[in-house]
């Protein structure tokens, strides 16, 4: 199957940093999903980026499909901010999950 | 328009009990998936409905997971008996098409302790 690789594994900010998020795919993928964990164990969609660059808010995100990989930025972090990011890449109708960035922003 | 939503949102049994998990998908979504992430490791993969039909059950880590989705509404995940190591959070997911435009939807997860 389709192997999802993310970087970095962990990552402490101090509230008002940027940082970029990066995740690596193994083969051409239909669609790739950003998702959220937050500390409630909740998993937010954030983005549904197959290719191109999606904007919402502090959060952005760009997808290289030829070149096999996207990148999530965080602008502006804040608190809230933490928890676990995933990539995920979709083949057929399956999500081939990364390991996750665990994200700390600190006050 | 509610969400994806999974009962219980906790649940502690001992080994070698039953646990039934619930998972109401978005109305009108007739693709449902079930989906878990154990300790420390990537989510995974486990079952994918279309309707009552199971299209994909490759994930399912052995034969004490059953599911159903009776009806092609809710879905239900039943590990009898259970053991430690299927303790972990029990995503439910649902999306309306299988064609790539669409986004797949999670819940918030069934934390599972088998102790």
């Known amino acids: 199957g389709i192997q999802v690789e993310q970087s970095p594994p962990d990552l402490i900010l101090q509230e008002g940093a940027n940082s970029t998020l990066r995740c690596n795919f193994s083969d051409s993928v239909n669609n790739l999903q950003w998702f959220h964990q937050n500390p409630w164990g909740q998993l937010i969609n954030l983005f549904y980026i197959p290719s191109g660059t999606k904007q919402n808010g502090r959060l952005s995100a760009t997808t290289v499909a030829t070149e096999r990989y996207s990148l999530l930025y965080i602008s502006s972090s804040q608190t809230t901010d933490s928890g676990v990011y995933f990539c995920?890449?979709?083949?057929?109708?399956?999500?081939?999950f990364g390991a996750g960035t665990t994200v700390t922003v600190r006050a | 328009e509610a969400g994806v939503t999974q009962f219980p949102s906790h649940s502690v049994i001992e080994k070698g009990q039953t646990v039934t998990l619930r998972c109401d998908p978005i109305?009108?979504?007739?693709?449902l998936y079930w989906y878990r992430r154990v300790m420390g490791k990537e989510i995974k993969f486990l079952l994918h409905?279309?309707?009552?039909?199971?299209?994909?059950e490759s994930g399912m880590p052995n034969n004490r997971f059953l599911a159903e989705r009776t009806g092609g509404t809710y879905s239900t995940l039943k590990v009898q008996p259970a053991e430690l190591e299927d303790s972990g959070v029990y995503f439910c997911a649902s999306s309306q098409r299988l064609s790539s435009g669409n986004t797949i939807y999670f819940g918030e997860g069934s934390w599972l302790t088998v102790v």
């Open positions: 995920a890449a979709l083949t057929n109708y399956k999500l081939s």
């Open positions: 109305s009108g979504h007739d693709n």
């Open positions: 409905f279309v309707k009552e039909s199971k299209q994909d």
